[in-house]
Protein backbone atom coordinates (compact mmCIF):
# COMPACT_ATOMS: atom_id res chain seq x y z
CA UNK A 1 0.00 0.00 0.00
CA UNK A 2 2.94 2.22 0.79
CA UNK A 3 4.49 1.99 -2.76
CA UNK A 4 0.70 2.44 -4.23
CA UNK A 5 0.25 5.82 -2.22
CA UNK A 6 4.00 6.83 -3.35
CA UNK A 7 3.33 6.51 -7.08
CA UNK A 8 -0.27 8.00 -6.35
CA UNK A 9 1.75 10.88 -5.27
CA UNK A 10 4.01 10.78 -8.00
CA UNK A 11 0.74 10.98 -10.41
CA UNK A 12 -0.35 13.48 -8.01
CA UNK A 13 2.83 16.17 -8.31
CA UNK A 14 2.73 16.07 -12.26
CA UNK A 15 -0.81 16.45 -13.09
CA UNK A 16 -1.01 19.29 -10.59
CA UNK A 17 1.98 20.76 -11.09
CA UNK A 18 2.91 24.81 -12.51
CA UNK A 19 1.84 24.08 -16.03
CA UNK A 20 -2.13 22.90 -15.10
CA UNK A 21 -2.11 25.39 -12.76
CA UNK A 22 -1.47 28.63 -15.17
CA UNK A 23 -3.67 26.73 -17.60
CA UNK A 24 -6.62 26.98 -15.06
CA UNK A 25 -5.86 30.00 -13.82
CA UNK A 26 -4.72 31.37 -17.46
CA UNK A 27 -8.49 30.35 -18.61
CA UNK A 28 -10.48 32.16 -15.97
CA UNK A 29 -8.82 34.97 -16.38
CA UNK A 30 -9.54 35.15 -19.74
CA UNK A 31 -12.84 34.47 -19.45
CA UNK A 32 -13.03 37.20 -17.27
CA UNK A 33 -11.30 39.87 -19.40
CA UNK A 34 -13.61 38.53 -22.21
CA UNK A 35 -16.84 38.59 -20.30
CA UNK A 36 -16.08 41.97 -19.09
CA UNK A 37 -15.54 40.71 -15.02
CA UNK A 38 -19.27 39.90 -15.53
CA UNK A 39 -19.38 37.41 -12.61
CA UNK A 40 -19.18 40.73 -10.89
CA UNK A 41 -21.31 42.63 -12.83
CA UNK A 42 -24.08 40.69 -12.85
CA UNK A 43 -24.04 38.35 -9.37
CA UNK A 44 -26.93 39.44 -8.17
CA UNK A 45 -29.01 38.96 -11.46
CA UNK A 46 -27.33 35.79 -10.72
CA UNK A 47 -28.85 35.25 -7.43
CA UNK A 48 -32.30 36.28 -8.36
CA UNK A 49 -32.17 33.89 -11.72
CA UNK A 50 -31.56 31.36 -9.08
CA UNK A 51 -34.45 30.75 -6.95
CA UNK A 52 -37.16 32.34 -9.53
CA UNK A 53 -37.41 29.63 -12.09
CA UNK A 54 -38.13 30.71 -15.94
CA UNK A 55 -41.90 30.17 -17.34
CA UNK A 56 -42.35 27.70 -19.82
CA UNK A 57 -38.78 26.89 -20.63
CA UNK A 58 -38.00 23.48 -22.71
CA UNK A 59 -36.65 20.86 -20.39
CA UNK A 60 -36.81 17.99 -17.66
CA UNK A 61 -35.99 20.02 -14.49
CA UNK A 62 -36.17 23.21 -12.85
CA UNK A 63 -33.39 25.57 -13.35
CA UNK A 64 -33.36 25.50 -9.22
CA UNK A 65 -33.18 21.75 -9.27
CA UNK A 66 -30.84 21.18 -12.00
CA UNK A 67 -28.71 23.64 -9.89
CA UNK A 68 -29.10 22.12 -6.86
CA UNK A 69 -28.33 18.77 -8.67
CA UNK A 70 -25.04 20.31 -9.30
CA UNK A 71 -24.19 22.23 -6.33
CA UNK A 72 -25.19 18.45 -4.95
CA UNK A 73 -22.32 17.05 -6.63
CA UNK A 74 -20.14 19.79 -5.57
CA UNK A 75 -21.10 21.03 -1.60
CA UNK A 76 -19.02 17.47 -0.54
CA UNK A 77 -15.96 16.74 1.63
CA UNK A 78 -14.20 19.37 -0.86
CA UNK A 79 -16.02 21.91 1.37
CA UNK A 80 -15.02 20.08 4.81
CA UNK A 81 -12.28 17.52 4.64
CA UNK A 82 -10.60 18.73 1.34
CA UNK A 83 -10.47 22.50 2.84
CA UNK A 84 -8.60 21.25 5.77
CA UNK A 85 -6.30 19.04 3.53
CA UNK A 86 -5.52 21.69 2.12
CA UNK A 87 -4.42 24.36 4.43
CA UNK A 88 -2.56 21.17 5.98
CA UNK A 89 -0.69 20.51 2.94
CA UNK A 90 -0.02 23.98 1.58
CA UNK A 91 -0.75 26.26 4.22
CA UNK A 92 -3.29 28.90 5.35
CA UNK A 93 -2.50 30.65 2.01
CA UNK A 94 -4.19 27.89 0.41
CA UNK A 95 -7.07 29.41 0.99
CA UNK A 96 -6.20 32.58 -0.56
CA UNK A 97 -5.16 30.68 -4.00
CA UNK A 98 -8.47 28.97 -3.77
CA UNK A 99 -10.61 31.73 -3.56
CA UNK A 100 -8.88 33.57 -6.45
CA UNK A 101 -9.40 30.42 -8.46
CA UNK A 102 -13.42 30.81 -7.34
CA UNK A 103 -14.20 33.98 -8.82
CA UNK A 104 -12.09 33.43 -11.56
CA UNK A 105 -13.64 29.93 -12.10
CA UNK A 106 -17.36 31.74 -12.42
CA UNK A 107 -16.68 32.99 -15.11
CA UNK A 108 -15.68 29.94 -16.67
CA UNK A 109 -18.97 28.24 -14.89
CA UNK A 110 -20.77 31.03 -16.47
CA UNK A 111 -19.37 29.66 -19.82
CA UNK A 112 -19.90 26.22 -19.57
CA UNK A 113 -23.72 26.49 -18.04
CA UNK A 114 -24.70 28.86 -21.63
CA UNK A 115 -22.92 26.22 -23.53
CA UNK A 116 -24.71 23.33 -22.37
CA UNK A 117 -28.48 24.62 -22.85
CA UNK A 118 -27.37 25.79 -26.42
CA UNK A 119 -26.03 22.52 -27.55
CA UNK A 120 -28.33 20.60 -25.84
CA UNK A 121 -29.68 17.38 -27.31
CA UNK A 122 -33.54 16.35 -26.86
CA UNK A 123 -33.45 12.41 -27.10
CA UNK A 124 -36.86 11.06 -28.46
CA UNK A 125 -38.11 9.72 -24.85
CA UNK A 126 -38.14 13.40 -23.48
CA UNK A 127 -34.96 13.71 -22.22
CA UNK A 128 -32.24 15.94 -22.62
CA UNK A 129 -28.33 15.02 -22.78
CA UNK A 130 -25.84 17.57 -23.19
CA UNK A 131 -22.60 18.79 -21.37
CA UNK A 132 -19.04 18.94 -22.78
CA UNK A 133 -19.61 15.62 -25.02
CA UNK A 134 -22.18 17.53 -26.66
CA UNK A 135 -20.77 21.16 -27.46
CA UNK A 136 -17.52 19.31 -28.03
CA UNK A 137 -19.49 17.52 -30.74
CA UNK A 138 -21.50 19.90 -32.35
CA UNK A 139 -20.19 23.32 -31.45
CA UNK A 140 -16.15 22.39 -32.38
CA UNK A 141 -17.02 20.22 -35.23
CA UNK A 142 -17.53 15.91 -35.75
CA UNK A 143 -13.66 15.95 -36.28
CA UNK A 144 -13.35 16.46 -32.73
CA UNK A 145 -15.69 13.77 -31.80
CA UNK A 146 -13.11 11.82 -30.17
CA UNK A 147 -12.29 14.54 -27.41
CA UNK A 148 -16.26 14.28 -26.67
CA UNK A 149 -15.81 10.60 -26.17
CA UNK A 150 -12.96 10.83 -24.00
CA UNK A 151 -14.38 13.11 -21.79
CA UNK A 152 -17.45 11.08 -21.58
CA UNK A 153 -15.06 8.10 -20.90
CA UNK A 154 -13.32 9.67 -18.33
CA UNK A 155 -16.48 10.80 -16.78
CA UNK A 156 -17.70 7.59 -16.09
CA UNK A 157 -14.57 6.85 -14.67
CA UNK A 158 -14.84 9.43 -12.09
CA UNK A 159 -17.70 8.82 -11.12
CA UNK A 160 -16.98 5.20 -10.07
CA UNK A 161 -12.73 5.93 -8.92
CA UNK A 162 -12.71 9.42 -7.65
CA UNK A 163 -15.23 12.84 -6.73
CA UNK A 164 -18.13 10.60 -6.99
CA UNK A 165 -17.70 7.84 -4.50
CA UNK A 166 -14.27 7.04 -2.74
CA UNK A 167 -13.98 10.32 -1.44
CA UNK A 168 -17.10 10.88 -0.16
CA UNK A 169 -18.30 7.78 1.25
CA UNK A 170 -14.92 7.58 2.81
CA UNK A 171 -15.20 10.93 4.07
CA UNK A 172 -18.40 9.73 5.94
CA UNK A 173 -16.86 6.70 7.28
CA UNK A 174 -14.04 8.45 8.93
CA UNK A 175 -16.64 11.24 10.77
CA UNK A 176 -18.85 8.40 12.15
CA UNK A 177 -15.71 6.29 13.13
CA UNK A 178 -14.24 9.43 14.66
CA UNK A 179 -17.56 10.48 16.09
CA UNK A 180 -19.03 7.05 17.50
CA UNK A 181 -15.84 4.79 17.70
CA UNK A 182 -12.44 7.10 17.65
CA UNK A 183 -10.78 4.67 19.65
CA UNK A 184 -11.04 1.68 17.43
CA UNK A 185 -12.75 0.01 20.17
CA UNK A 186 -14.96 -1.89 18.73
CA UNK A 187 -13.56 -4.01 15.28
CA UNK A 188 -14.07 -6.67 12.60
CA UNK A 189 -11.78 -7.78 9.85
CA UNK A 190 -12.58 -7.02 6.06
CA UNK A 191 -10.54 -7.51 3.44
CA UNK A 192 -7.33 -9.26 5.85
CA UNK A 193 -7.72 -5.38 7.72
CA UNK A 194 -9.42 -4.44 10.99
CA UNK A 195 -12.15 -1.45 10.70
CA UNK A 196 -14.28 -0.05 13.42
CA UNK A 197 -17.74 -1.47 13.24
CA UNK A 198 -19.28 2.07 12.83
CA UNK A 199 -16.96 2.18 9.21
CA UNK A 200 -18.72 -1.54 8.38
CA UNK A 201 -22.19 0.06 8.89
CA UNK A 202 -21.73 3.36 7.26
CA UNK A 203 -20.85 1.65 4.01
CA UNK A 204 -23.76 -0.73 3.90
CA UNK A 205 -26.12 2.30 5.38
CA UNK A 206 -24.99 4.83 2.93
CA UNK A 207 -25.20 2.46 -0.05
CA UNK A 208 -28.30 1.56 0.70
CA UNK A 209 -29.65 4.97 0.81
CA UNK A 210 -27.37 5.76 -2.43
CA UNK A 211 -29.13 2.52 -4.24
CA UNK A 212 -32.76 3.84 -3.10
CA UNK A 213 -32.31 7.29 -4.63
CA UNK A 214 -29.82 6.58 -7.88
CA UNK A 215 -32.62 4.10 -8.94
CA UNK A 216 -35.61 6.36 -9.52
CA UNK A 217 -33.44 8.59 -12.08
CA UNK A 218 -32.90 12.51 -12.56
CA UNK A 219 -35.92 13.61 -11.50
CA UNK A 220 -36.07 11.71 -8.05
CA UNK A 221 -32.18 12.94 -7.80
CA UNK A 222 -33.05 16.11 -8.03
CA UNK A 223 -35.94 16.66 -5.71
CA UNK A 224 -33.86 15.02 -3.08
CA UNK A 225 -31.46 17.57 -3.70
CA UNK A 226 -33.39 20.82 -3.85
CA UNK A 227 -34.71 19.83 -0.08
CA UNK A 228 -31.44 18.44 1.41
CA UNK A 229 -28.81 20.61 -0.19
CA UNK A 230 -30.61 24.57 0.72
CA UNK A 231 -31.00 23.35 4.31
CA UNK A 232 -27.86 21.56 4.58
CA UNK A 233 -25.87 24.45 3.40
CA UNK A 234 -27.56 27.33 4.93
CA UNK A 235 -27.40 25.25 8.66
CA UNK A 236 -23.31 24.78 7.95
CA UNK A 237 -23.30 28.68 7.37
CA UNK A 238 -24.80 29.50 10.18
CA UNK A 239 -22.49 27.24 12.57
CA UNK A 240 -19.61 28.46 10.91
CA UNK A 241 -20.57 32.27 11.53
CA UNK A 242 -21.67 31.44 15.06
CA UNK A 243 -17.77 30.44 15.53
CA UNK A 244 -16.28 33.13 13.55
CA UNK A 245 -18.59 35.64 16.13
CA UNK A 246 -17.20 33.36 18.92
CA UNK A 247 -13.64 33.96 17.78
CA UNK A 248 -14.23 37.46 16.57
CA UNK A 249 -11.11 38.76 17.72
CA UNK A 250 -8.69 35.89 16.47
CA UNK A 251 -10.22 36.77 12.63
CA UNK A 252 -8.00 39.57 11.81
CA UNK A 253 -4.74 37.55 12.70
CA UNK A 254 -5.70 34.70 10.71
CA UNK A 255 -6.67 36.78 7.69
CA UNK A 256 -3.08 38.15 8.03
CA UNK A 257 -1.84 34.85 8.43
CA UNK A 258 -3.79 33.78 5.10
CA UNK A 259 -2.16 36.38 3.32
CA UNK A 260 1.29 36.39 4.10
CA UNK A 261 1.21 32.49 3.79
CA UNK A 262 -0.09 33.11 0.06
CA UNK A 263 3.11 34.88 -0.80
CA UNK A 264 5.83 33.03 1.36
CA UNK A 265 6.36 36.41 3.21
CA UNK A 266 7.37 34.25 6.37
CA UNK A 267 9.29 31.73 4.33
CA UNK A 268 13.01 31.57 4.83
CA UNK A 269 14.70 33.07 1.84
CA UNK A 270 14.75 31.45 -0.93
CA UNK A 271 11.99 29.31 0.30
CA UNK A 272 9.47 31.73 -0.44
CA UNK A 273 9.01 30.67 -4.52
CA UNK A 274 8.40 27.01 -3.20
CA UNK A 275 5.84 28.11 -0.48
CA UNK A 276 3.62 30.10 -2.64
CA UNK A 277 3.49 27.21 -5.47
CA UNK A 278 2.51 24.86 -2.77
CA UNK A 279 -0.01 26.88 -1.45
CA UNK A 280 -1.33 27.70 -5.16
CA UNK A 281 -1.31 24.17 -6.03
CA UNK A 282 -3.13 22.92 -2.85
CA UNK A 283 -5.49 25.90 -3.45
CA UNK A 284 -6.48 25.44 -6.33
CA UNK A 285 -6.45 21.40 -6.76
CA UNK A 286 -9.05 21.86 -3.51
CA UNK A 287 -11.34 24.70 -5.06
CA UNK A 288 -11.45 22.98 -8.52
CA UNK A 289 -12.49 19.89 -6.47
CA UNK A 290 -14.81 21.46 -4.69
CA UNK A 291 -16.90 23.79 -7.04
CA UNK A 292 -15.58 21.62 -10.27
CA UNK A 293 -15.56 25.15 -12.31
CA UNK A 294 -13.89 24.30 -15.33
CA UNK A 295 -14.37 20.45 -14.87
CA UNK A 296 -16.94 20.15 -17.35
CA UNK A 297 -19.40 18.23 -14.89
CA UNK A 298 -22.10 21.00 -13.97
CA UNK A 299 -23.25 21.43 -17.37
CA UNK A 300 -24.54 18.10 -17.21
CA UNK A 301 -27.04 18.79 -15.15
CA UNK A 302 -27.44 22.37 -16.59
CA UNK A 303 -28.70 20.31 -19.84
CA UNK A 304 -31.97 19.51 -18.27
CA UNK A 305 -33.05 22.53 -17.16
CA UNK A 306 -36.33 24.02 -18.11
CA UNK A 307 -35.07 27.29 -19.78
CA UNK A 308 -34.94 28.81 -23.56
CA UNK A 309 -32.16 31.08 -22.62
CA UNK A 310 -28.42 29.65 -22.64
CA UNK A 311 -27.35 33.11 -20.83
CA UNK A 312 -29.84 32.89 -18.05
CA UNK A 313 -28.94 29.29 -17.71
CA UNK A 314 -25.32 30.52 -17.85
CA UNK A 315 -26.27 32.81 -14.73
CA UNK A 316 -27.52 30.41 -12.66
CA UNK A 317 -24.75 27.79 -13.08
CA UNK A 318 -22.44 30.49 -12.00
CA UNK A 319 -23.80 31.18 -8.73
CA UNK A 320 -22.95 27.56 -7.66
CA UNK A 321 -19.33 28.17 -7.87
CA UNK A 322 -20.23 31.23 -5.38
CA UNK A 323 -21.71 29.72 -3.02
CA UNK A 324 -19.98 26.68 -2.66
CA UNK A 325 -15.96 27.95 -2.69
CA UNK A 326 -16.47 31.47 -1.82
CA UNK A 327 -19.21 31.11 0.71
CA UNK A 328 -18.96 27.48 2.22
CA UNK A 329 -15.54 26.71 1.78
CA UNK A 330 -13.93 29.92 2.90
CA UNK A 331 -16.23 29.25 6.05
CA UNK A 332 -14.37 26.26 6.94
CA UNK A 333 -10.97 27.62 5.95
CA UNK A 334 -11.53 30.54 8.70
CA UNK A 335 -12.91 28.39 11.06
CA UNK A 336 -9.92 26.43 11.08
CA UNK A 337 -7.83 28.97 11.91
CA UNK A 338 -9.42 31.00 14.22
CA UNK A 339 -9.81 28.33 16.26
CA UNK A 340 -6.28 27.74 16.47
CA UNK A 341 -7.30 24.34 14.88
CA UNK A 342 -4.17 24.52 12.43
CA UNK A 343 -1.77 24.59 14.69
CA UNK A 344 -3.08 21.66 16.54
CA UNK A 345 -2.97 19.75 13.02
CA UNK A 346 0.59 20.81 12.06
CA UNK A 347 1.70 19.95 16.25
CA UNK A 348 -0.29 16.90 16.38
CA UNK A 349 -0.24 15.11 12.88
CA UNK A 350 -4.26 15.90 12.77
CA UNK A 351 -5.85 14.98 8.75
CA UNK A 352 -8.88 15.55 6.82
CA UNK A 353 -12.03 15.75 8.76
CA UNK A 354 -10.08 15.69 11.94
CA UNK A 355 -8.68 19.14 11.38
CA UNK A 356 -12.37 20.52 10.73
CA UNK A 357 -13.79 18.67 13.93
CA UNK A 358 -11.23 20.07 16.17
CA UNK A 359 -12.12 23.53 14.89
CA UNK A 360 -15.89 22.83 15.67
CA UNK A 361 -15.39 21.67 18.73
CA UNK A 362 -12.70 24.35 19.93
CA UNK A 363 -14.54 27.63 18.47
CA UNK A 364 -18.11 26.60 20.08
CA UNK A 365 -18.58 27.81 23.52
CA UNK A 366 -20.31 24.43 24.47
CA UNK A 367 -18.69 21.12 26.50
CA UNK A 368 -18.80 17.49 24.89
CA UNK A 369 -18.76 16.53 21.31
CA UNK A 370 -21.71 18.99 20.43
CA UNK A 371 -19.59 20.48 17.75
CA UNK A 372 -18.20 16.97 16.28
CA UNK A 373 -21.60 16.18 16.17
CA UNK A 374 -23.10 18.76 14.21
CA UNK A 375 -20.09 18.61 11.37
CA UNK A 376 -20.30 15.38 11.22
CA UNK A 377 -23.99 15.24 10.48
CA UNK A 378 -23.08 18.11 7.67
CA UNK A 379 -20.76 16.09 6.44
CA UNK A 380 -22.84 12.81 5.91
CA UNK A 381 -25.47 14.74 4.00
CA UNK A 382 -22.92 16.90 2.04
CA UNK A 383 -21.03 13.51 1.07
CA UNK A 384 -24.75 12.09 0.33
CA UNK A 385 -25.97 13.86 -2.12
CA UNK A 386 -22.68 14.36 -3.76
CA UNK A 387 -22.65 10.96 -4.64
CA UNK A 388 -26.31 11.12 -5.88
CA UNK A 389 -25.02 14.51 -8.10
CA UNK A 390 -21.95 12.33 -9.78
CA UNK A 391 -24.24 9.15 -10.39
CA UNK A 392 -26.17 11.56 -12.47
CA UNK A 393 -23.00 13.06 -14.20
CA UNK A 394 -21.48 9.82 -14.80
CA UNK A 395 -24.77 8.11 -16.37
CA UNK A 396 -25.10 10.77 -18.72
CA UNK A 397 -21.74 10.59 -19.93
CA UNK A 398 -22.20 6.99 -20.51
CA UNK A 399 -25.77 7.36 -22.24
CA UNK A 400 -23.24 9.58 -24.74
CA UNK A 401 -20.73 6.85 -25.18
CA UNK A 402 -23.50 3.61 -25.26
CA UNK A 403 -25.56 5.83 -28.11
CA UNK A 404 -29.13 5.73 -25.09
CA UNK A 405 -28.73 2.26 -24.26
CA UNK A 406 -30.33 2.20 -20.98
CA UNK A 407 -29.69 -0.88 -20.36
CA UNK A 408 -26.05 -0.71 -19.85
CA UNK A 409 -26.93 2.64 -17.74
CA UNK A 410 -28.99 0.64 -15.13
CA UNK A 411 -26.22 -1.95 -15.07
CA UNK A 412 -23.41 0.81 -14.23
CA UNK A 413 -25.56 1.82 -11.06
CA UNK A 414 -25.38 -0.96 -9.64
CA UNK A 415 -22.07 -1.20 -10.39
CA UNK A 416 -21.94 2.41 -8.64
CA UNK A 417 -23.21 1.61 -5.13
CA UNK A 418 -20.67 -1.25 -5.20
CA UNK A 419 -17.55 1.21 -5.26
CA UNK A 420 -19.83 3.40 -2.62
CA UNK A 421 -20.18 0.25 -0.36
CA UNK A 422 -15.83 -0.44 -0.62
CA UNK A 423 -15.31 2.91 -0.67
CA UNK A 424 -15.00 3.45 3.52
CA UNK A 425 -12.52 0.60 3.13
CA UNK A 426 -9.79 2.61 1.62
CA UNK A 427 -6.81 5.42 3.45
CA UNK A 428 -7.60 8.59 4.10
CA UNK A 429 -4.51 9.57 1.52
CA UNK A 430 -4.53 7.10 -1.45
CA UNK A 431 -8.50 8.06 -1.83
CA UNK A 432 -7.61 12.03 -1.76
CA UNK A 433 -4.51 11.59 -4.16
CA UNK A 434 -6.52 9.50 -6.79
CA UNK A 435 -9.45 12.24 -6.30
CA UNK A 436 -6.76 14.93 -7.69
CA UNK A 437 -5.33 12.52 -10.36
CA UNK A 438 -5.87 12.18 -14.10
CA UNK A 439 -9.04 10.32 -13.82
CA UNK A 440 -10.64 13.16 -11.37
CA UNK A 441 -9.51 16.07 -13.35
CA UNK A 442 -10.89 15.01 -16.58
CA UNK A 443 -11.22 18.59 -18.68
CA UNK A 444 -9.51 21.62 -16.99
CA UNK A 445 -10.96 23.84 -19.87
Not at 365 to 378: F, K
Request: charged share 10%; glycine share 12%.
Amino acid sequence: MENFNNLLNQIDSMVWGVPLIVLIMGTGIYLTVRLGLLQFRKLGKALHYMVKNEEGGAGEVTSFGALCTAMAATIGTGNIVGVATAVVAGGPGALFWMILAACLGMATKYSEGLLAVKYREQKEDGRYLGGPFAYIEYGMGHKWKWLAKMFAFFGVCVGLMGIGTFTQVNGIATATQGFFDPDMAHTVSVFGNDYSISTVITAVVVAFFVALVVIGGLKRIASVTSIVVPFMAIAYVLVCICILIFNIKSIPAAVVTIIQSAFGVKAVAGGALGAIILAMQKGVARGIFSNEAGLGSAPIAAAAAKTNEPVRQGLVSMTGTFIDTICVCTMTGLTIMVTGSYDKAIAEGLEGVQVTSAAFKNGLPWEGNIGPCILMICLVFFAFTTILGWDYYSERCLDYLTNGKLGVVKAYRWLYIFCVLIGPFMTVSAVWTIADGPLSRKSTS
